[in-house]
């Protein structure tokens, strides 16, 4: 009973392709996050949704699209991968009240070749 | 611009001695704390928070204090225990209406020795 779960875990691909993470939670919570983790080891917010709409947007590329079906849900895609979009990404969700914390998935580690 | 730094990359201690945990920050809108911990592989857990208006927060072994005029908070953990030696994460929140945006530092990794 995973509270926060991404598939996949790993994902290794080549340069140009589009791929897909998916994220879903079982919390209740009604607000979802992506971020990335470089190598430099920072978190850093990408995105954030409540109840499917975009709240925060920290200038990510075009290329990356997050789409919310329902608010249990938020995939990630991505087109024309590049080598710098190799990274950690973490889906997260949280109540939309203030001082609430986020929930963290395990992350996918994404290596472009 | 780092608006949350975790100076020091990493810390050993003996167990069942305590563990600090240091976090500037430089932003004054922030009004909420959390230390996170990470295990290899695995996503960061939600540890312990505090509120702005609060300069202590305790919850069994682990305690956060925050001193808002030097933009200071640490993360006490007594006795350290093996099973503690994982990456803490200090982050800050900033909110916009009822939305949270967290803002992390780098990281620190503890090792608790045996």
């Known amino acids: 009973d995973t509270a926060v779960s991404q598939t996949p875990k790993y994902l290794v691909t080549q340069m140009g392709n589009d791929k897909s993470i998916k994220c879903e939670q079982n919390l209740g919570h009604d607000t979802m996050y992506w971020y990335k983790q470089d190598s430099k080891k920072f978190l850093k917010i990408m995105f954030s949704?409540?109840?499917?709409?975009?709240?925060i947007n920290e200038t990510v590329p075009n290329r990356f699209s997050p789409k919310s079906p329902d608010k249990a849900h938020l995939n990630l895609h991505i087109n024309s991968l590049e080598l710098g979009d190799s990274a950690v990404y973490f889906c997260a969700s949280s109540q939309t009240r203030v001082m609430q914390p986020q929930h963290f998935g395990d992350g996918t580690r994404l290596s472009i070749l | 611009d780092q608006q949350v730094k975790q100076n020091s990359p990493s810390l050993s201690v003996q167990e069942g001695r305590i563990s600090i945990l240091n976090c500037d920050y430089t932003?004054?809108?922030?009004?909420?704390f959390l230390w996170y911990k990470k295990y290899p592989a695995e996503g960061p857990t939600f540890l312990i928070s505090i509120s702005s208006i609060k300069d202590k927060n305790e919850d069994g072994r682990f305690t956060v204090f925050l001193n808002k005029s030097a933009k200071h908070l640490s993360l006490h953990i007594v006795p350290s225990q093996p099973g503690d030696s994982a990456v803490y994460f200090c982050?800050?929140?900033?909110?916009?209406?009822?939305?949270?945006?967290?803002?992390f530092g780098k990281g620190i990794t503890l090792s608790v020795r045996p």
């Open positions: 949704y409540n109840n499917k709409e975009l709240i």
């Open positions: 932003n004054s809108m922030f009004d909420y």
């Open positions: 982050a800050a929140n900033e909110s916009t209406g009822a939305n949270s945006k967290l803002t």
